[in-house]
T-cell receptor, first 113, second 110 residues
Framework: DAGVTQSPTHLIKTRGQHVTLRCSPI?????VSWYQQVLGQGPQFIFQ???????GRGNFPDRFSARQFPNYSSELNVNALLLGDSALYLC????????????FGSGTRLTVV | AQRVTQPEKLLSVFKGAPVELKCNYS??????LFWYVQYSRQRLQLLLR??SRESIKGFTADLNKGETSFHLKKPFAQEEDSAMYYC????????????FGTGTRLKVLA
């Protein structure tokens, strides 16, 4: 099992652009969550999806959106990028929507210039 | 407000010394608490959960509801324990998001 895989690993975008980040959960895991980790801070919750439905949303603007596909992979989309969106974006998966502990991917490092 | 506080950004101890990484939380219900660890150039990984009452790599953590704390302890630090440690809280109701602290970097000196 490859674990939780995220692509791309690094990305540089210009202010105002759009970005799509991708995540493949561990085989059999139906829940995917997205977190933003700014340098020097802990991860902050953005979204959780389970069985293709949004189950939770953190305190992020509407520029952030996500979806989950029938194969349980997920995309995080960010529109109108701001310099402050520069961060490590982490994807985490788990078997179900519970508190058993998530498995995290290595993240996508987004730099907005 | 739901919050996790890790008061130390950096904790340096000598090999063989005891380690205590502090975590305090603010939550009105009965949350589930976790410790996650990130070793150099590795991904964030679950270290332990309070509900399991287990010891992983010699680390233990006890939930103290009276003091709203979940400190991580190890009696004898090893050099390979050097890493970034994050305390996280998961609320009992609503979304199953994690609320993370800002993390403590543990350096174990030879």
């Amino acid at each position: 099992d490859a674990g939780v895989t995220q692509s791309p690993t690094h990305l540089i975008k210009t202010r105002g652009q759009h970005v799509t980040l991708r995540c493949s959960p561990i085989s059999g895991h139906k829940s995917v969550s997205w977190y933003q980790q700014v340098l020097g801070q802990g991860p902050q919750f953005i979204f959780q999806y389970y069985e293709k439905e949004e189950r939770g949303r953190g305190n992020f603007p509407d520029r952030f959106s996500a979806r989950q596909f029938p194969n349980y992979s997920s995309e995080l989309n960010v529109n109108a990028l701001l310099l402050g969106d520069s961060a490590l974006y982490l994807c985490a998966s788990s078997l179900a929507v519970d508190r058993a502990g998530y498995t995290f991917g290595s993240g996508t490092r987004l730099t907005v210039v | 407000a739901q919050r996790v506080t890790q008061p130390e950004k950096l904790l340096s101890v000598f090999k063989g010394a005891p380690v205590e990484l502090k975590c305090n939380y603010s939550y009105s219900g009965s949350p589930e608490l976790f410790w996650y660890v990130q070793y150099s150039r590795q991904r964030l990984q679950l270290l332990l959960r309070h509900i399991s009452r287990e010891s992983i790599k010699g680390f233990t953590a006890d939930l103290n509801k009276g003091e709203t704390s979940f400190h991580l302890k190890k009696p004898f630090a090893q050099e390979e324990d050097s890493a970034m440690y994050y305390c996280a809280l998961s609320p009992t109701s609503g979304t199953y998001k994690y609320i993370f602290g800002t993390g403590t970097r543990l350096k174990v000196l030879a």
